[in-house]
């Protein structure tokens, strides 16, 4: 927002006035922490997502501008506070910005009653029912971290990651800290293929790399696929080099928030499933989607709650009494 400020011989020059923090409600037992965590590791950053004690933030990019975004939550379940760095962006914008990537308005209740209604995996309900997927901001950035997760844990990916955050990103300060953003494509692109292979990529760079040039030439056309049919983003992805089955699938949840797909032919799913249903022996992907359709329409959610949980520890703390 600029104001004008009028001068004495009539001129005038814009004053950019700094917006005031502004709160966002979030579902019952909504833990921003847990559920970026989910995906974010909080001792490998920046990612350029950045965590501490009660807070989140980073930078985003909109139209050109770096906005930094702190969103800080007391405990789950109390209203988010954000507080953002000096911009051009409307309150609403910066509003919806953090309800689409936090998903906000996504409902879990009824994956939350199939598991409850399943001995197995009941006692996970109170630790995973404040959880929600944490999505990319854009499909771009979402698409590209789905590649560097291809055949690697997502330790590794988050490790690979901060590497290239660090050295194409220069840091904004905001609060007396660095917040860090997500690289663009051209800047990805102009990298230039060894670049990208210094931060531990290996033949992956090779995708990274084409997918960045694809983009930047704008010949790669992602933001239309938000809202797409799963059928239709496969058809349009699938061509392109080192993007398959499973990366069009996990890039439809995290990129554009298609929660009814979902990658059964993860190796972290399998295992899981194995280790509660089938006497800890790994299930095929097949094994896993016919196990997953006993928990009805919202089975791909109760999926996602068990990587979640899986990534968060929580079938460490507990194991219930019906686990083989």
């Known amino acids: 927002m600029h104001l004008p400020v009028f001068l004495p011989a009539g001129a005038f020059v814009f004053v950019k006035v700094m ?31 950045q965590t501490g004690a009660g807070f989140f933030g980073r930078a985003y990019d909109f139209d050109y501008q770096h906005v930094v975004l702190i969103i800080r939550q007391p405990k789950p379940g109390k209203s988010l506070q954000i507080t953002h760095s000096s911009c051009d962006v409307t309150t609403k914008d910066l509003r919806a910005m953090v309800e689409r990537t936090l998903n ?35 499909p ?13 844990s997502y330790r590794a990916a988050n490790i690979f990651t901060k590497r290239m955050v660090l050295e194409l990103t220069k840091p904004v300060m905001f609060e007396d800290s660095r917040w860090y953003f997500f690289p663009s494509a051209q800047t990805m692109s ?20 084409n ?31 080192g993007i ?16 009814n797909v979902f990658a059964y032919e993860d190796l972290v799913i399998q295992k899981i499933l194995g280790k509660l249903y089938n006497q800890g022996l790994r299930m095929t992907a097949k094994q896993v989607q016919e ?11 109760v999926l996602y709650l068990l990587m979640c949980a899986e990534v968060l520890g929580f079938f460490e703390e507990s194991t219930p009494a019906e686990n083989p």
């Open 19 to 49: 917006k005031l923090p502004f709160r966002i409600k979030v579902p019952p037992e909504y833990d921003l922490l847990s559920s970026v965590h989910s995906w974010i590791y909080p001792d490998i950053q920046p990612v350029p997502e």
């Open 291 to 301: 196990h997953a359709e006993s928990w009805g329409a919202s089975n791909t959610m």
């Open 140 to 152: 771009f950035e979402a698409l590209i971290k789905t590649i560097i997760q291809q055949q690697v």
């Open 211 to 241: 997918v960045a040039m694809l983009a930047a030439k704008g010949n790669l056309a992602l933001d239309s696929l938000v809202g797409a049919p799963y059928e239709e983003v496969l058809e349009r992805l699938k061509p392109i080099r």
């Open 190 to 209: 102009n990298a230039g293929l060894d670049g990208l292979r210094e931060f531990g990529f290996g033949y992956k760079a090779e995708y990274i790399h």
């Open 244 to 259: 398959g089955d499973w990366t069009v699938r996990v890039f439809s949840l995290a990129g554009l928030g298609n929660f």
């Open 104 to 138: 906000l308005k996504l409902k879990v209740d009824n994956a939350l009653k199939q598991m409850s209604e399943d001995p197995v995996i009941a006692n996970l309900v109170p630790k995973v029912a404040g959880v929600r997927p944490y999505m990319s901001p854009t």
